[in-house]
């Protein structure tokens, strides 16, 4: 089978891997059954909201083996590397299913299961991207959506799992397929050789800049580019961040659902928040990543007004704000990986990619402090909703800046 063929199975792959790894966003479903479990079974006073730490320090741990396991990726390619991390994020489930105390979750599922995730993640997104080097965005778009989709499709399943047994089996369970799942996948991952092109495909610049260089991470953040980008992935994540992680009690408490109704919100984010990835893919492919990006703030501040405004009962407007949001946010989740290859180049992609990712942490830990601190000291979302807009108008400056900068640099 040629690399034209082979190509698209690599894809299908990272796709099945990547849907293992999204299963962090099940983590609700963990936190609330792993408390009844301390509660009951082990005599503990614990809530959900106590259970966040070990979802904060599985998702911010993540950049820092994005990087080092990319480095790893670059040189001796991604099966490995996608296996080792694929085996501690299962292994760290696994372990959590033993867990007797909140600190033993946040080595097991935080710090073990967090650091094999970024690994792997980072790795499948960046291989994928360089057998595709004819279509950047529209396969940043695919990888990342079918990540994000786990959150509509893996909390059901481990419902289940749970309701036949227990918070701790569960664990154990979907720790281990994951394990043998990301193994059997890791077959067929292969590295792609460099300055490998599709028969019939020459490169053209497509992010408006000049023709990519293939830099290191040292000589990518010697760049003004570089910081003008990540600060622009801030922007463009932090609005997403901030609702992705309120946006039960946003529905709730803002507009007077009830429980289930904020779940069936909850589903609705992350499906716009998967198409987002797909469409704004493959729209950066035909206009341009920074054109698309720009669109996304723009966005971001149409979604923000229609929440800002909308009062109790006011559910059309709020599923309406809450889709665009979840657009804008996968805009730059998908766009991302193929705008770093296309302005880095894709040689170290694996690497610069978890360098800019830092972009997408920051927004991760000021988004949901933002919005939890402006409802505990107002009663209301209305000031964390306004500071996301000055969030997405700074971000269509920084679009503005990249664009100046990659006039100078031709």
Do not use: H
């Amino acid at each position: 089978m040629n690399l034209d063929k082979k190509r698209w199975v690599v894809l299908f792959a990272g796709c099945f891997i990547n849907l293992c790894l999204g299963s962090v966003y099940a983590w609700s479903v963990f936190s609330s059954a792993m408390a009844d479990y301390f509660n009951s079974s082990l005599g503990m006073n614990v809530t959900p909201g106590d259970l966040a730490i070990v979802y904060t320090i599985a998702n911010s741990v993540g950049p820092i083996t994005m990087i080092s396991g990319g480095w790893f990726n670059d040189k001796f390619g991604p099966r490995k590397v996608i296996l080792v991390g694929g085996i501690m994020w299962g292994l760290g489930m696994f372990l959590s299913g033993f867990a007797s105390s909140i600190g033993f979750l946040v080595v097991t599922y935080g710090l073990i299961g967090g650091l094999g995730l970024g690994m792997a993640y980072g790795s499948t997104i960046s291989t994928c991207v360089k057998f595709f080097p004819d279509k950047r965005g529209l396969i940043g778009g695919i990888t990342t959506a079918v990540y994000g989709m786990s959150s509509v499709i893996l909390p059901p399943i481990v419902t289940k799992i749970v309701a036949g047994s227990d918070a701790t089996s569960a664990f154990k369970i979907v720790g281990v397929a994951f394990m043998i799942l990301i193994a059997v996948s890791c077959v067929f991952m292969q590295q792609c050789p460099e300055d490998y092109k599709p028969q019939g495909w020459e490169p053209a610049s497509i992010s408006g800049g000049a023709a990519p260089k293939n830099l290191a991470w040292n000589e990518m953040l010697k760049t003004p580019v570089f910081y003008v980008m990540l600060l622009l992935l801030t922007c463009g994540a932090f609005t997403g961040m901030m609702i992705i992680s309120q946006a039960s009690p946003v529905a709730q408490n803002m507009i007077g659902m009830d429980a289930a109704a904020a779940g069936i919100a909850v589903s609705v984010l992350a499906l716009f928040n998967a198409l987002g990835r797909i469409g704004a893919g493959t729209l950066s492919d035909k206009i341009g990543r920074i054109n698309t990006l720009m669109l996304a703030c723009i966005l971001a501040i149409v979604g923000m007004l229609c929440l800002f405004n909308a009062q109790e009962g006011a559910i059309g407007l709020f599923y309406v704000g809450l889709s665009i949001v979840g657009v804008s946010f996968g805009s730059f989740m998908g766009v991302y990986p193929g705008f770093t290859a296309d302005q880095f180049g894709p040689r170290n992609n694996s690497v610069n990619y978890g360098v800019m990712f830092i972009g997408f942490a920051l927004a991760g830990y000021f988004g949901p402090q933002i919005m939890r601190n402006a409802y505990a000291s107002s009663g209301t979302y209305q000031n964390a909703f306004i500071i996301a807009i000055v969030f997405s108008v700074v971000g269509i400056v920084f679009t503005f800046l990249y664009r100046m900068l990659s006039q100078k640099a031709k």
